[in-house]
C-alpha cells in the first residue's frame, strides 16, 4: 500500500489549496470503510489531527480548522481530499494522510508541505 499526498505549496494568508491523496495498491473494498484523514506537523514539531473521515462520511475537525477546512473523500477512485480556505501563517505545516483500514494497520503517505505567508 502506497499513499501519495500532492497539492501543498505556497500561498498567502487568505488563500486555498486542495490537498489530495491516493491510495494505490489498496483494494476498494478495504479502502471503502476505512477511516481516513490528515494530520499535519508544524515546523515547532507538534503533530495533530486536522481532519479526518470514516467510512460513513462522519467528519472529525480540529477545532482550529472548523469553518476553514473540507474533508472529502471519492471512494470510486480511492482518494481523499482536504480543501483549505482562509488560510493562516499558522496552518503552515507537513500535511499528511493516513488510511485506518478495519482490523488492520495504519498506513500513511510521505506528507505535502504548505507554506503560508503573511
Known amino acids: 500500500v502506497q499513499l501519495q499526498a500532492s497539492g501543498g505549496g505556497l500561498v498567502q494568508a487568505g488563500g486555498s489549496l486542495r490537498l489530495t491523496c491516493r491510495a494505490q495498491?489498496?483494494?476498494?473494498?478495504?479502502?471503502?470503510?476505512?477511516?481516513v484523514g490528515w494530520y499535519r506537523q508544524t515546523p515547532g514539531g507538534q503533530r495533530e489531527l486536522v481532519a479526518s473521515?470514516?467510512?460513513?462520511?462522519?467528519?472529525n475537525y480540529a477545532e482550529h480548522v472548523k469553518g476553514r477546512f473540507t474533508i472529502s473523500r471519492d471512494n470510486a477512485v480511492k482518494r481523499l481530499y482536504l480543501q483549505m480556505s482562509n488560510l493562516k501563517p499558522e496552518d503552515t505545516a507537513v500535511y499528511y494522510c493516513?488510511?485506518?483500514?478495519?482490523?488492520?494497520?495504519?498506513?500513511w503517505g510521505q506528507g505535502t508541505l504548505v507554506t503560508v505567508s503573511s
Open positions: 493516513y488510511v485506518r483500514p478495519r482490523g488492520s494497520q495504519e498506513y
Open positions: 473521515i470514516s467510512g460513513r462520511g462522519d467528519t
Open positions: 495498491r489498496m483494494i476498494t473494498s478495504t479502502f471503502n470503510p476505512s477511516t
